[in-house]
């Protein structure tokens, strides 16, 4: 094959819900019915346009392949499965006659429809966006079906550009995927990469033939020791997949990216493959200091790209840093590029956008087109030498040092309170004690309830925008909030739920909400960044030590308390889930920022416990998510999360009732730690894993409150009444009734009333069906 340069600079990827959202508002009107598939289609050509012309004017080059293809609808990993036709059976009848899949049954894939359950979704490694979950079995009939990925790249060339297309790598695919329905006991979807490279083998070929010079295969599992499949197989399928790809012809060059870690052991198998380049992140991993002489002979002969410009985080940072460990590559190969250590889609697009935030704030930060900038200038250091840029180096270290210095980010007394916790302060009375005290509440055996947040309606939307227009006054909203609750709880009440919410009209975020209220924390205006599908998050900013000023949340939930005889829960997010749906400080050790946060907390559930709140729910759905994806990291990972958790915690009275709440998670890899959080009751996802969980929760002698959900909230279907019935009897037939609860997977947030309503009738009608079973006397023979 013909030998091209790979370019100086690049990133990995770059966000694709647009400046102002105009992916997701354009998907979400086309799931509404009232723009068709090619408006759908006119307006995400005119997005993928606008970003290539925005990453040209930052610094990457119109035909060097510096710019990745990394556009999607919905999801890198559904694309990847549809390219390859990995469609589960249930949807194949939704397949055009070639095979191929439209946009309509691409996003009913994701999304489910009827008595269709959607694909399984998940966190992608250790970040806050979710993709959804491949199914393979041993029948699956891989083919190719890449008319995307080949016509967006035909696009890009039509208007000047020759970029570089992002393709999920074999490896990765099936690691990621589960085993479909039916398939026999023992399978691994990684039993299949010997049938699946065929199909890559042929992308390549018509890549290749469209004109690409470079092609992208993200591999972030090989950096992952959390993955279910044993290490020695991980490190053999590398092989097996890029000898086999290396020896296509013609093809593309190949660029392996390699992010969220260090390479560690599978770096002398990729080494000894024949791709042409190598992504490292060297933000959250590191090169061996010593490479076997094999290894250090093949790395000679390829391009090695440090990723040193952080893709998961908006700090400006040390750019001379970067540099220097970029330079040091040249140490192992004369062919050193730089890029963003991860895709920038886990940034937002433009801090130049937040013109609201402080100024000084905002000379620490770099988001999405800042930090292609820096990439551009690094890239020039490369070329040119350290001279060419040390007006630049110097400029982004006066930042960090003027970051350093600032009023707030290091504040005395919080700090001396963090220094005087004792061992008591993590711990609360034994769990049966907490039991026999909270048998006061009178619940109902399998007792039902919601996670907390019901639908943000149109009105809601608006009442929060009046006030922050001044067209509302501040009374004027609490009366509305108000009015809200009330109609929330007396919904509940009419269902029959157990133990109701406040529905928390009032929050524009389960973390903002907060981050507006606590200090150390600032928040942006168009910081979007996409958590999955359409879904959008702001994260805030959390920039110097936190504490307290004023309670916030007593208002909402005692006024919801007063409407009620049934308990209603106070609701706050957990110190972990703070954190991790932030943009947090990077200048100190991530367990001394969950502590600060802990303590805000902790105040906040004494003042609720003072105001007769008697359940409270500390919701961590983040804390499988930041669990580092080395072993050798865990330990002290799961030491200060559940530290941070029962700080917070610590201080509740045995009466009041601790729940918390974990979403998107393979749970069977932290049950320990959630044991250890010592929650009275905790309530996770299960519905679209079809209550998997409800082995690793049997097996691993768990014995608080339990509530797997039963509905998944994250698909617009109604699950039937006999559809949870069922998810509960299997959950009764692994856990004691006593133990158990019954709840939605998640928040209600995004769901409309109609089917939300439908849904926890659904779920009421199911539960008082497991009851009267439970409760009928056993028939004696």
């Not at 710019?67 to 499965?81: G, H, N, R, T, W």
């Not at 040119?384 to 007006?391: L, N, S, T, V």
């Not at 959900?709 to 279907?717: E, F, K, L, Q, T």
Request: hydrophobic share 45%; with cysteine.
């Amino acid at each position: 094959m013909t030998a091209y340069a790979f370019p100086t600079g690049t990133i990995l990827g770059y966000p694709r819900i647009g400046r102002r959202r105009e992916l997701k508002r354009a998907v979400e009107a086309f799931w509404a019915g009232s723009i068709d598939a090619d408006e759908l289609e006119q307006r995400s050509f005119e997005l993928r346009a606008a970003t290539r012309e925005r990453l040209a004017e930052l610094g990457l080059g119109r035909d060097d392949s510096s710019i990745p293809e990394s556009f999607s609808y919905y999801d890198q990993v559904l694309d990847a499965a549809v390219a390859v036709g990995a469609v589960p059976e249930r949807f194949r009848h939704l397949l055009a006659d070639d095979g191929s899949v439209d946009l309509a049954t691409y996003f009913t894939i994701a999304r489910g429809v009827g008595d269709d359950a959607p694909l399984e979704m998940t966190k992608w490694f250790d970040s806050n966006y979710h993709y959804l979950v491949p199914e393979v079995g041993p029948d699956t009939d891989f083919s190719l079906h890449a008319e995307r990925i080949l016509g967006e790249f035909a696009e890009a060339r039509a208007a000047g550009f020759l970029t570089r297309p992002v393709v999920v790598g074999p490896v990765t695919f099936l690691l990621l995927a589960k085993p479909a329905d039916g398939a026999p006991e023992g399978f691994r979807p990684i039993d299949r990469l010997a049938d699946l490279v065929p199909v890559y083998v042929e992308l390549l070929e018509e890549l290749a033939e469209a004109g690409a010079e470079w092609v992208q295969l993200d591999e972030p599992a090989l950096v992952s020791e959390s993955i279910d499949e044993p290490r020695d197989r991980v490190i053999d399928a590398i092989g097996v997949a890029y000898d086999a790809l290396g020896a296509a012809g013609p093809r593309p060059a190949i660029f392996v990216a390699a992010p969220y870690g260090a390479l560690d052991d599978a770096l002398p198998a990729l080494a000894a493959t024949p791709v042409e380049a190598i992504g490292f992140d060297l933000v959250r991993g590191s090169l061996p200091e010593q490479l076997d002489p094999a290894t250090s002979e093949s790395l000679a002969a390829k391009t090695l790209v440090a990723g040193v410009v952080d893709g998961h985080n908006i700090w400006r940072g040390d750019l001379a840093a970067a540099f220097e460990r970029a330079e040091a590559l040249r140490a192992l190969s004369g062919a050193v590029a730089v890029s963003s250590s991860t895709s920038l889609l886990h940034v937002p697009h433009d801090v130049d956008d937040e013109t609201e935030l402080d100024a000084r704030l905002v000379s620490w930060l770099a988001f999405a087109d800042q930090k292609v900038a820096q990439l551009a200038v690094l890239a020039r250091g490369l070329a040119e030498g350290r001279a060419a840029i040390e007006e630049e180096l110097a400029a982004a270290s006066a930042a960090l040092a003027d970051r350093s210095a600032a009023p707030g980010v290091r504040v005395p007394t919080v700090r001396e309170r963090l220094a005087a916790l004792a061992d008591g302060d993590f711990s609360r009375a034994a769990y049966a004690e907490r039991v026999a005290a909270q048998e006061a509440l009178a619940l109902p055996e399998l007792p039902t309830t919601t996670i907390g947040s019901f639908p943000q309606t149109t009105d809601i939307r608006r009442a929060r925008a009046g006030l922050l227009n001044g067209s509302l006054s501040d009374d004027e909203y609490r009366t509305l909030m108000r009015e809200e609750i009330e109609r929330v709880v007396r919904l509940q009440e009419e269902i029959g739920l157990d133990v109701l919410v406040h529905g928390e009209p009032e929050r524009n975020d389960m973390v903002q909400y907060f981050a507006e209220l606590l200090d150390g924390f600032a928040v942006t205006k168009h910081g979007w960044v996409q958590s999955y599908g359409s879904r959008c998050t702001r994260p805030s900013i959390l920039w110097g030590d936190v504490s307290r000023p004023a309670p916030m949340t007593v208002e909402w939930s005692t006024y919801a308390q007063s409407l009620t005889e049934k308990p209603v829960k106070g609701m706050l997010t957990g110190p972990v889930t703070i954190l991790a749906w932030s943009f947090v400080r990077d200048d100190q050790p991530l367990g001394d920022t969950a502590r600060q946060v802990a303590l805000a907390l902790r105040d906040e559930i004494a003042d609720l416990e003072g105001a007769g709140i008697r359940v409270i729910q500390v919701d961590e759905p983040a804390l499988r998510e930041l669990l580092p994806l080395k072993r050798r990291d865990q330990p002290a990972y799961l030491d200060w999360s559940v530290g941070s958790f029962r700080l917070a915690t610590g201080g509740a009275a045995s009466a009041t009732q601790v729940h918390t709440h974990l979403c998107y998670s393979e749970f069977g890899v932290v049950i320990d730690a959630i044991r250890n959080l010592d929650a009275d009751v905790t309530s996770i996802e299960a519905a679209r894993s079809r209550m998997e969980v409800v082995d690793d929760l049997a097996t691993s002698g768990f014995d608080h409150g339990i509530g797997p959900g039963v509905y998944d909230i994250h698909s617009p279907r109604v699950p039937s009444a006999a559809e949870v019935q069922a998810l509960l009897e299997r959950a009764v037939a692994e856990i004691p009734a006593s133990r158990l609860w019954v709840n939605p997977d998640c928040g209600l947030k995004t769901r409309g009333y109609a089917e939300t309503v439908a849904s926890l009738e659904h779920i009421l009608e199911a539960t008082r069906a497991v009851r009267a079973r439970l409760e009928a006397p056993a028939l004696v023979e």
